[in-house]
């Protein structure tokens, strides 16, 4: 069963810091990985979508990378804003015929001014 | 830009009843995917809907769960004698196929008292 760990659970920075959040999941069999955004009691915002043959994603100062074959992703956010402030989730769509996304807990983010 | 609504955004309902949430996918979407996320846990997937069926479901979604497609824009999740552990938020999503990007709705609040 694919279960997907994002570290830090949580992170604060001043502003204007590059940072890195992490994603890690235990079955490297996937289609795609799918990296969002989601305000305190709001819906889910899709950042950057990478498929299984794909490296790297990048949209705006959010870069997103993939490594397979170890289970690994990350996004980079490259001079974070007071607005970047939110909870970064990380998703997977498992092979298998899985249409459904496995999602980590998240890494609540908090950017300081 | 299209979005994925949902319709009620919260919902208060006394144990046992029924419950319908609404939700109007973008409409050149063919996949439609209904979550849920309990207050301080992953997003979880329930169940995906393709050409007018099931496509795949979870273990939560057991007999009390049923999802419709009534009419052509509208995909609705009844659930059925409510229980006081399905207070949720509750996501409808949509993608033109498993492999493409998920949008998700800003989520229906459900409160079981």
């Known amino acids: 069963k694919q279960e997907v760990t994002q570290i830090p659970a949580a992170l604060s920075v001043p502003e204007g810091e590059n940072l890195v959040l992490n994603c890690s999941f235990t079955d490297s069999a996937i289609y795609n990985l799918q990296w969002f955004r989601q305000d305190p009691g709001k819906g889910l915002t899709s950042l950057l979508l990478i498929q299984s043959s794909q490296r790297e994603q990048t949209s705006g100062r959010l870069n997103a990378s993939l490594d397979k074959s170890s289970g690994r992703s990350t996004l980079y956010i490259a001079a974070s804003q007071p607005g970047d402030s939110a909870t970064y989730l990380c998703a997977v769509r498992s092979g298998g015929g899985a249409d459904g996304l496995t999602f980590g807990k998240g890494t609540h983010l908090i950017i300081q001014p | 830009e299209p979005e994925v609504t949902q319709t009620p955004s919260h919902q208060v309902t006394q144990m046992g009843q029924e419950v319908i949430l609404r939700c109007v996918p973008i409409s050149n979407h063919l996949y439609f995917y209904w979550y849920r996320q309990i207050l301080g846990q992953k997003v979880e997937f329930l169940v995906s809907?393709?050409?007018?069926?099931?496509?795949?479901k979870s273990e939560i979604f057991d007999d009390q769960f049923s999802v419709e497609r009534p009419d052509g824009s509208n995909f609705t999740l009844k659930i059925r004698s409510t229980k006081l552990e399905d207070s949720a938020m509750y996501f409808c999503?949509?993608?033109?196929?498993?492999?493409?990007?998920?949008?998700f709705g800003q989520g229906t609040r459900l409160t079981v008292v």
């Open positions: 999503a949509s993608s033109q196929t498993p492999n493409t990007e998920a949008f």
């Open positions: 809907f393709y050409n007018n069926e099931i496509s795949e």
